[in-house]
């Protein structure tokens, strides 16, 4: 009887020894659990890094841009679409509540959103995104301006812009002078990535000067050639391929072209040659095609803005499509 409580003694104290070691050891692995999940919460953390810059853009092309420039460093939204005419956008109350968010702030200028965008601005109440703030790239600084009005302009001139031609993007080398604006303004707002949006801006230059060079290989044969185009927003593209558009079918720009203006259009188009008649698809098409059926010109849609079609989704797909589309639509 005593050997059997001795030996009922010696087991709990080997169960009560085992529990404390257990729990003690339990412990220390749960200690070492915590340590390991805080690191990769932490390097969790550093992976992410700081929120990405919001960016704001009045276009599709230089939304197209800012995303090529700031890759994951940001997040980019387009206040338009690519079939949208930028003349003539309805200021929409979502567009202040973007722009208030923005950390950046990116339009085409040379007053061709001055309809529209100049609102967004005031009412947003983000002084950061101001004109001569730091969060603000008007993308057009650094462009040849082509156009600019010889005379003083008032509203029965039609819509012409005080500083010339706005429609300055699909001309390849101004998609570098943009990029190089974007850049810069990213910089100006996010310091600790500027060699990372240098590079961006390096490589984004280099695909588009090859697709600077395909474009005109495959022009070249059209060098000199004179076309018509329905508004004034081919005049830089044309001219970056050795052509020239030498009239439009709008008299004012923005205004229909009345029966006689149709009329002037087909006669001039059938005396001086013209083998092709541009026009956008924001455009009033039915009346270019009367024009170019009736003068024995070819048309052209050109989609010259980003997302303008299926396949113009980026900038430099807009490049290469108009590129080609144009020289197609050339051969005899």
């Given at each position: 009887?005593?050997?059997?409580?001795?030996?009922?003694l010696k087991s709990l104290s080997i169960i009560r020894t085992f529990s404390i070691s257990t729990f003690l050891h339990i412990l220390q692995e749960f200690k070492k659990l915590l340590v390991y999940?805080?690191?990769?919460?932490?390097?969790?953390?550093?992976?992410?890094?700081?929120?990405?810059?919001?960016?704001?853009?009045?276009?599709?092309?230089?939304?197209?841009?800012?995303?090529?420039?700031?890759?994951?460093?940001?997040?980019?939204?387009?206040?338009?679409?690519?079939?949208?005419?930028?003349?003539?956008?309805?200021?929409?109350?979502?567009?202040?509540v973007k722009a208030n968010r923005a950390d950046v702030f990116i339009e085409v200028g040379l007053d061709l959103e001055v309809g529209w965008s100049p609102r967004v601005l005031q009412q947003a109440?983000?002084?950061?995104?101001?004109?001569?703030?730091?969060?603000?790239?008007?993308?057009?600084?650094?462009?040849?301006?082509?156009?600019?009005?010889?005379?003083?302009?008032?509203?029965?001139?039609?819509?012409?812009?005080?500083?010339?031609?706005?429609?300055?993007?699909?001309?390849?080398l101004n998609g570098i002078i943009i990029a190089k604006n974007i850049r810069d303004t990213l910089i100006r707002v996010d310091r600790a990535n500027d060699k990372y949006y240098q590079e961006n801006?390096?490589?984004?230059?280099?695909?588009?000067?090859?697709?600077?060079?395909?474009?005109?290989?495959?022009?070249?044969?059209?060098?000199?050639?004179?076309?018509?185009?329905?508004?004034?927003?081919?005049?830089?593209?044309?001219?970056?391929?050795?052509?020239?558009?030498?009239?439009?079918?709008?008299?004012?720009?923005?205004?229909?072209?009345?029966?006689?203006?149709?009329?002037?259009?087909?006669?001039?188009?059938?005396?001086?040659?013209?083998?092709?008649?541009?026009?956008?698809?924001?455009?009033?098409?039915?009346?270019?095609?009367?024009?170019?059926?009736?003068?024995?010109?070819?048309?052209?849609?050109?989609?010259?803005?980003?997302?303008?079609?299926?396949?113009?989704?980026?900038?430099?797909?807009?490049?290469?499509?108009?590129?080609?589309?144009?020289?197609?639509?050339?051969?005899?």
């Amino acid at each position: 009887m005593k050997s059997t409580k001795q030996s009922l003694l010696k087991s709990l104290s080997i169960i009560r020894t085992f529990s404390i070691s257990t729990f003690l050891h339990i412990l220390q692995e749960f200690k070492k659990l915590l340590v390991y999940f805080s690191m990769i919460t932490f390097s969790g953390l550093l992976f992410a890094g700081l929120p990405k810059l919001y960016v704001v853009t009045t276009s599709e092309d230089l939304a197209s841009i800012a995303r090529q420039i700031g890759k994951d460093k940001v997040e980019v939204e387009s206040l338009t679409n690519g079939s949208m005419d930028l003349h003539f956008v309805p200021a929409q109350p979502n567009f202040i509540v973007k722009a208030n968010r923005a950390d950046v702030f990116i339009e085409v200028g040379l007053d061709l959103e001055v309809g529209w965008s100049p609102r967004v601005l005031q009412q947003a109440r983000n002084t950061n995104i101001l004109p001569g703030q730091n969060g603000y790239c008007v993308a057009f600084q650094g462009v040849d301006i082509l156009l600019p009005p010889q005379q003083e302009v008032n509203r029965s001139m039609g819509d012409l812009h005080v500083q010339g031609n706005p429609h300055y993007w699909p001309d390849p080398l101004n998609g570098i002078i943009i990029a190089k604006n974007i850049r810069d303004t990213l910089i100006r707002v996010d310091r600790a990535n500027d060699k990372y949006y240098q590079e961006n801006y390096q490589k984004f230059t280099r695909q588009i000067k090859n697709i600077l060079v395909a474009n005109l290989k495959l022009l070249a044969p059209h060098k000199g050639e004179k076309l018509i185009s329905y508004h004034q927003e081919f005049d830089y593209l044309v001219n970056r391929y050795k052509m020239s558009i030498t009239d439009n079918i709008e008299e004012k720009p923005g205004v229909l072209p009345s029966p006689a203006r149709i009329r002037y259009m087909i006669d001039y188009i059938r005396k001086n040659k013209i083998k092709v008649v541009l026009v956008s698809p924001w455009s009033n098409i039915a009346i270019a095609r009367q024009i170019a059926n009736e003068s024995g010109a070819k048309l052209l849609v050109l989609p010259i803005q980003t997302g303008a079609s299926d396949d113009t989704d980026s900038y430099l797909n807009m490049l290469k499509v108009t590129g080609k589309l144009l020289a197609e639509a050339l051969k005899k």
